[in-house]
């Protein structure tokens, strides 16, 4: 069962993070945009209020909170009430598919990575985006857990173990960028190639045989 207990009581809540950290939330869509592939048809799983489908013009989501699937069907969005483990798709359906802080909140990740498999076309992709464990941010956040709303029962991951889930259910991964940089040499909303710098990482894969 996915993780959603602290999404029902706090929906509302969460989704003012957005407005808080504005900053973050553009730097972080910005580098889901840029990888994106145009003129698809794509879906998010765990969509969440809507704040990445809205904006990226993904018009499908799933998602298991019922409180925050209401947000983003508020937006216009068709929003499936599932789990990533068990998408309600017929295979070879999507384009693409996002996956954005959402990793961190399913309970067996290559099982949901292998789902998403299943509901892409051939030589469809996955856009992975999250928080890497082994950044600043993703330090502060599993210091700061057992006293989360949202991140207490979550579960961290670097991006080698990202990349190492990804390989197992099948899809080479093609593409690595990052953004949400805490030196001063950087500016934080800027988006580089690669990890290791930046506290959002965003990989996208091919799907393979």
């Given at each position: 069962?996915?993780?959603i ?57 799933v ?19 599932a ?20 990793i ?20 469809g ?58 030196s001063?040499s ?20 091919n799907?393979?045989?």
């Amino acid at each position: 069962m996915a993780r959603i207990e602290s999404f029902e009581k706090y929906s509302k809540e969460y989704d003012k993070w957005f407005v808080r950290n504005k900053t973050v939330y553009l730097a972080e869509l910005n580098a889901i945009k840029s990888l994106i592939p145009s003129g698809k048809t794509g879906v998010e799983i765990g969509v969440g209020s809507g704040r990445f489908a809205l904006p990226l013009g993904i018009k499908v989501g799933v998602e298991p909170s019922k409180k925050m699937a209401e947000m983003a069907r508020n937006l216009g969005i068709q929003v499936y009430e599932a789990v990533a483990e068990k998408l309600p798709f017929d295979s070879e359906t999507f384009d693409f598919a996002l996956m954005v802080t959402t990793i961190c909140f399913v309970d067996n990740l290559v099982e949901a990575f292998k789902e998403v498999h299943r509901v892409l076309k051939p030589d469809g992709l996955i856009i992975v985006g999250f928080v890497d464990k082994n950044s600043e941010m993703g330090t502060q956040y599993q210091l700061k857990r057992d006293n989360s709303k949202f991140y207490k029962d979550a579960t961290f991951y670097s991006v080698e173990e990202v990349t190492d889930c990804l390989r197992k259910a099948h899809f080479e991964v093609i593409s690595i960028k990052q953004t949400v940089f805490p030196s001063p040499s950087n500016k934080i909303d800027s988006v580089k190639e690669g990890h290791g710098e930046g506290s959002f990482v965003v990989i996208k894969a091919n799907k393979t045989s």
